[in-house]
C-alpha cells in the first residue's frame, strides 16, 4: 500500500522542480504546472520509478514462516483464497514408501529369495474442489483416489491376486502442516489364473470400509515426516485399527531433466496381524514437473520386510528385494 506521506513529498518536490523550469517562461504554464501537480497530490501522488511500482503490486512475502518453509510452495508470495472447481495439484500427496495407496507404479521384487513377482498399481486422484490459493497447497480440497494394485508372476505374467481401493478424502493445508480426513473401502480379489492352478485353495473374503486421519509435518521443504490411523466400522478378516508412519525425503519443487536424490520410509501396523505389519524403504532419483497438477516421478530400489501387502495373502510373511518405478500424485 502506498504511503501518502511519503508520496506527497515527492510530489511537491516536482512542484519546485516545475516552477524553476517555467519561472521566466510565462505566468500561464506556472499556473498550469501547479495544477498537474496539485492534481497528482489529490489522487495519491506518483511512485519514484517503475520498480516501486512493481513492487507496490506484488503479492505481499509470508511474514508468518521462515524461509526455509515457505520455500516449499516454489513462491514465496501469498495468494487470494477462492472457490476453484477441479483445482490443479493436491494439499496432501500419497505416501511414497507405503504399498497402501493409489499410485501408478511398477516393480520387480524378488520373495524371500524364492519367488519373483511384478507387483503393480494402476491408480488415479482427482482433485474436485478447493478453497485456498491456485499456486499453494493451502485450504481445503476434497479428492478423489482409487486404483488396483496387481500382483503377477515373472514367468508368464498369470495374474496372482488384485486389491481395489478407492479413498472419498478431505485435505487442509496450513503452512508446513497437512491433514486428510474421509473414508476409504479396500477388497481382495484372486485372480483366475491362481485359482486355476491352485484348486482348492481357501479363499478370503477380505474387505475393509474406513474412516481415516492423517497428519503431515513439512521439517523443511524436501522432508516430510507424517502419521496416519484409521477405523473400520464395515469388515471382514481385517480387523478395526491400523497405523501407518513414516518420513518422505525428496524433490517438492520443479527439477528439470537432471532430478534429485529421494529416500522414503514407511511403517504398516495392522490389528488382524496383532499390530505387525510391515516396514518399506526406498531409495533413488526423483522428477518433479513445472506444471501445477504434475507429480512426483520415482525409480529406484526398494525393501519390504513384513506380511504380505497382497490381502489374500494378508498373514504371510514376505521379504522383497526389487526395482521399480512410481509416479506419486
Not at 184 to 202: A, R
Request: charged share 15%.
Amino acid at each position: 500500500m502506498r504511503n501518502p506521506s511519503k508520496f506527497s513529498a515527492i510530489t511537491f518536490d516536482a512542484a519546485a522542480v516545475l516552477q524553476q523550469y517555467f519561472v521566466g517562461h510565462n505566468h500561464t504554464l506556472i499556473k498550469t504546472g501547479l495544477l498537474f501537480v496539485i492534481i497528482l497530490t489529490l489522487c495519491g501522488g506518483f511512485p519514484v520509478n517503475a520498480q516501486e511500482l512493481i513492487t507496490s503490486e506484488a503479492p505481499p512475502f509470508r511474514p508468518d514462516y521462515p524461509e526455509t518453509q515457505t520455500a516449499q510452495y516454489c513462491s514465496p508470495y501469498v495468494e487470494i483464497w477462492e472457490r476453484q472447481f477441479l483445482p490443479e495439484g493436491f494439499i496432501y500427496g500419497t505416501y511414497w514408501a507405503s504399498a497402501a495407496e493409489p499410485r501408478l507404479s511398477t516393480q520387480i521384487d524378488n520373495v524371500s529369495g524364492d519367488q519373483t513377482y511384478v507387483d503393480s498399481t494402476m491408480g488415479g486422484r482427482l482433485g474436485l474442489f478447493r478453497f485456498g490459493p491456485h499456486d499453494t497447497p493451502e485450504g481445503f480440497q476434497f479428492d478423489l483416489l482409487g486404483g488396483a494394485k496387481l500382483r503377477q508372476n515373472w514367468g508368464d505374467l498369470d495374474v496372482i491376486a488384485t486389491d481395489y481401493r478407492y479413498d472419498l478424502l478431505g485435505t487442509y493445508g496450513d503452512g508446513p502442516h497437512r491433514y486428510k480426513f474421509g473414508f476409504y473401502h479396500v477388497s481382495s480379489h484372486l485372480g483366475d489364473e491362481f485359482l486355476l492352478n491352485n484348486v482348492g485353495f481357501n479363499r478370503l473374503n477380505y474387505y475393509r470400509d474406513a474412516f481415516v486421519f492423517g497428519y503431515s509435518y513439512y521439517a523443511f521443504p524436501e522432508l516430510r515426516l507424517y502419521a496416519e490411523t484409521s477405523w473400520s466400522f464395515h469388515n471382514e478378516i481385517s480387523e478395526p485399527w491400523e497405523f501407518q508412519f513414516g518420513f518422505d525425503y525428496g524433490p517438492t519443487c520443479p527439477t528439470g531433466p537432471q532430478g534429485k536424490p529421494f529416500i522414503a520410509f514407511n511403517t504398516h501396523l495392522r490389528e488382524e496381524v496383532n499390530f505387525g505389519g510391515n516396514v518399506a524403504l526406498q531409495a533413488g532419483w526423483a522428477w518433479k514437473g513445472d506444471n501445477l497438477t504434475a507429480g512426483t516421478l520415482r525409480t529406484g530400489l526398494y525393501y519390504y520386510n513384513g506380511e504380505s501387502p497382497q490381502f489374500s495373502f494378508y498373514d504371510e510373511h514376505e521379504m522383497q528385494i526389487g526395482v521399480g518405478l512410481w509416479y506419486d500424485y
